[in-house]
C-alpha cells in the first residue's frame, strides 16, 4: 500500500466513524499535531504510531517490505 494511499484510507475511515483528530489522538493515544501531520502528509509517523491509529478505528494494518536493490 502507498503511503499516500495509506493516509486517505485512514482519514476517509475516521470521517466515516465520525471521529474527530481529537478523539482519534486520544483513543490512539498520539498528539493531535502528529495525527494532523500525518493526515496532511507532512508527518512521519513510525509504525508503532501507525498501528496505533489503526487500532484505535478497528482498522488492521499489514505493512510489506520490499527489497530495491538487485545487487544481491
Known amino acids: 500500500m502507498e503511503y499516500e494511499h495509506l493516509i486517505t484510507t485512514i482519514k476517509k ?8 483528530q481529537e478523539l482519534l489522538a486520544e483513543l ?7 495525527l494532523k501531520q500525518f493526515e496532511s502528509g ?18 488492521e494494518l499489514t505493512f510489506q ?3 530495491t536493490d538487485t545487487n544481491t
Open 65 to 67: 517490505v520490499k527489497r
Open 13 to 20: 475511515r475516521r470521517e466515516m466513524l465520525q471521529v474527530t
Open 42 to 59: 507532512k508527518g512521519n509517523p513510525t509504525l508503532q504510531t501507525l498501528t496505533k491509529i489503526g487500532n484505535a478505528m478497528g482498522m
Open 28 to 34: 490512539a493515544g498520539i498528539s493531535v499535531r502528529q
